[in-house]
């Protein structure tokens, strides 16, 4: 392999790397996003809940923890989308070269 191969060979990688960290932090910052408004919109219902004068300490607690129930699920949502996300744009851009690989060992 001369040194010109070589080189020709590192700039996708390099190109495919630098991708996917890109699109890797922009998912990251979109899951952070959700998460922060999820918490939001969970601390408003919050102190709405507790400051209602028209509901009784049952009605207080089960609000609350439906609240609460509806926050955990919008963040496990986030985490799983986000690991979907992320494995599937590192299969698409690994691919290819998983492949070659694959065929160079065979050979």
Known sequence: MTNIDSIE?????N???SSIRIVTDR?????????H???EKYDLK???IEEAD???TKEKIDALDQNYD???QEVWQGIVIFGVLSLSII?????????KNIRRLVA
């Open 54 to 56: 028209d509901m009784t």
């Open 9 to 13: 060979n590192q700039i996708p990688v």
């Open 27 to 35: 998912l990251k910052e979109a899951t952070d996003s959700l998460y």
């Open 46 to 48: 919050a102190r709405l």
């Open 15 to 17: 190109l495919t790397e």
């Open 37 to 39: 408004t999820s918490k």
């Open 70 to 72: 509806r926050h955990n």
């Open 91 to 99: 299969g698409i851009a690994a691919g290819p070269s998983i492949v």
